[in-house]
């Protein structure tokens, strides 16, 4: 994908945070340096050997701090300028073949404030990994300015050893079986084509926007009951009522839906940074006009056959499908849909008040994408 949009961001991931108090610059960039250290994913690059394509791991990588002084600009000046480079830093492509797959930015805005820009590249990242990295963060911060070394454990595996066990654990029926339930699951399947108001062009844009809304506490509650009185979880009934919506701006019956999977299946890879979430689709079947609580049913039965075949790569089911590649359409499915179930930790640093700030890219990786969370109580 990185070398099909070579003038694009689309997969940055990017994190900002505003810092107000004490900032100790030095344990701050320990701090990051450390988790480099800690996690190869981090210090993996990229490169092209004999016309193939190999990770190649640096042994020890330093990653700057780069630091910004913006005092020297007009008060009234300053956010503005520090907004523009937040906006460029989000926007920067990353050199898979050069590395580092990670740029940590510090904006000091005025005495006591500073603005954190993390940004990394989803080959080496996902949404699991970010809580990884902003605990030990919090830690390994706390640490380095009390004097202290680093108390986190080391790690009992990287994610090499994940990808190679991967690689090596889907052969022979371990491949077979559930390669053969999704060719018989998403056979005869076309694309979702939702209503626009221009053409389709030959290459996607991937411009975008995000939009925020909320769902009050009592449609919550209620939809809560809905889902328990149905022998279904909250993601199956949200996820049955979006297939509704899809189906009455596109009139299709047949409506498919990608999901993410955190595919941590191995308690040894829950403390790592990389990317090891998956995709799977989920096929909506709305013909024959049935009620909500029937559709339900349908979407509640293929949710938990995906599931229980969700170790297959989506990379290589969509090999296997030998499905007709294009630059203007995602292949197999156009829209995705997740619910964010894991809570957050508030990151926390000593003698620090830190505020979450937008930190949206302006891409779009679908045609359309509806993620919900729950704040934690």
Known sequence: LDRLYPDEAIYNEPQAFRLRGPLDRDALRRAFNEIVCRHEALRTRFAVDDAR???????????????????????????????RIAQAERRARFDLAQGPLLRVRLLCLREGEHWLLLTMHHIATDGWSVGVLWR???VLYAAFHAGQPSPLPA????????????????????????????KRTLAGMHALELPTDRPRPATASHSGDVVGFEIDADLTRRLKELARRERATLFMTLLAAFQVLLH???????????VPVAG??????????????NMLVMRGDLS??????????????????????????????VEELRVERSLGRNPIFQVMFAL???????????????????????????DLELTLAEPAA
């Open 53 to 83: 394509l190999v990770q190649v791991i640096a042994p020890a990588l330093d990653v700057p701090l780069d630091v910004e002084d913006l005092r020297t600009l007009a008060e009234t000046e300053r956010d503005a300028e520090a907004r």
């Open 248 to 258: 009455r701006y596109s009139g299709q019956e047949d409506v498919a839906v990608g």
């Open 264 to 277: 941590r299946s191995a308690p040894e890879v829950e403390p790592l940074i990389g990317f090891f979430v």
């Open 155 to 182: 790690l009992a595996v990287q994610y090499a050893d994940y990808a190679v066990r991967q690689r090596e654990g889907l052969k022979g029926e371990a491949l077979e079986r559930p390669l053969a339930w999704w």
């Open 136 to 138: 030990e963060l919090a």
């Open 340 to 366: 964010q179930n894991r809570d957050a930790e508030p990151l926390a640093l000593p003698g620090l008040t830190l505020t979450p700030m937008p930190a949206g890219t302006a891409t779009a990786k679908f």
């Open 288 to 317: 024959g006009q049935p009620g909500f609580d029937a559709l339900l049913g349908r979407v509640r039965q293929q949710a938990l056959d995906a599931y229980e075949h969700q170790e297959l790569p989506f990379e290589r089911l």
